[in-house]
């Protein structure tokens, strides 16, 4: 732009013979070729970025610290800004994600921040480099790439008291009730005495009254086969403004996978969506990463092969198992599969996130809600009730209450009891 204007300063003198026009494209032919000069000598500036994160793996919504450092390996740099580029979605809370500074006399400089990221994976791609020429301040600028990812897991509540009843467990001990006499807390039956019977379970009243040695036997505790089912259709997870019901579907995924990992017993994650997300069942810290890891990925898709349950392959969930469904909406198609699946000795637990009370708070008050509300609240009504006749234990869960309470009354033993 300088050496334009020059010439043209130049051009004007010569064209109308006036050495005033031409002198004062003096300074500008001057200040371009001095920069053209720094140009044909000038070397990108060598530096290494390194960022360091608080955690690579943090709950949403729970803030990381993150400092970034710049460090020079070459030449000075009079003049040098640095800038973060932050993914879309991510939230800045304090800090500053760009800095200025002169590298003539340290070797570097650092500068942190503290972001919030919802539920996902999300990449720091690099950092944009931007350097001044000490005299003609041109800027010259280049983008260092340097990826650091970290992952938003969904937030797990915790879950005091569930309890289930697969038709089937496995041969280790646990805390699930196996429907079988053996060794155990709780009172089971009776039988007579045989040979290799531990005497001191002999029932000393039934022989006083008897005569004969009764055997109190007790119900044996095993771990499970658990499944946690996450339905990721888009029909399944309507949208209310920017609440959506699938964020709390994968809560509640995470909160009941956490609850029987906890327990001991052997979990797996099956997410049907854009395509079928199967993570092997297993045990432990490391099962419950795999979990989580698979929860941060999961996302709605309105794909139409997989639009009916019936395309679920139930061949990956062991037989008569414990399955977990998480939805937020069924239709009768729906209801037909998972009497399907009862009849072929599964035991179900259908959560079901309620955004009906939500939405009609952020909806005006008018005759054509109240009727909207009425139709949507008897359709549901009429889904759960399909469900109970078919075996399905349905929660109901509205998501301005707490998930973790409302299961431990409706699951728990002593619910079960009182009903």
Known sequence: MILGIAISLVIAGVLVRDGRVLAAGIPFLLYAGITLVYLSGFQEPQV????????DHTTEGEPIDVTVTVTRSGKPIHWLGASECIPRGVEVISGETSHFASLDEREEITFSYTLRAPRGIHTLPGIDLTTWQRITLTPHQRFVPHETRFIGIPIAEPIDDIEIHP????????????????????????????????????????????????????????????????????????????????????????SMAK?????????????????????FPGYGKTQMRRILDSLARAETS????????????????????QLVMISGSLDEHD???????????????????????????????????????????LRRRLIVDALARIGVEVVQWNVTGSLSSLLSWTLSRRARRIA
């Open 259 to 279: 609850y029987f990992i906890k327990q001991g017993n052997s979990v797996g994650l099956f997410i049907y969506g854009e395509y079928i997300n199967w993570t």
């Open 167 to 254: 038709k089937r467990t496995r041969a280790y001990a646990g805390v699930v009730r196996a429907n079988q006499g053996g060794s155990g807390l709780d009172f089971f039956g009776c039988h007579a005495y045989s040979t290799g019977d531990d005497i001191r379970r002999i029932n000393w009243r039934a022989y006083a009254r008897t005569r004969e040695l009764i055997v109190n036997e007790y119900e044996q505790e095993r771990i499970a086969d658990v499944t946690v089912f996450l339905d990721a259709r888009e029909r399944a997870n309507p949208r209310i403004g920017k609440e959506k019901t699938f964020t709390y579907a994968v809560r509640a995924a995470a």
């Open 335 to 377: 209801v037909e599969v998972l009497g399907v699946l009862r009849a072929h000795g599964y035991q179900i637990i259908m959560i079901m996130p309620d955004m009906l009370p939500y939405e009609a708070s952020q909806i005006e008050q008018s005759d054509a809600k109240d009727l909207a509300l009425r139709i949507v609240t």
């Open 48 to 55: 290494t970025v390194h960022r360091h994160l608080s955690a």
């Open 302 to 321: 309105d794909k139409e092969v997989f639009d009916d349950l019936r395309a679920v392959p139930t061949r990956l969930f062991p037989p008569r198992s």
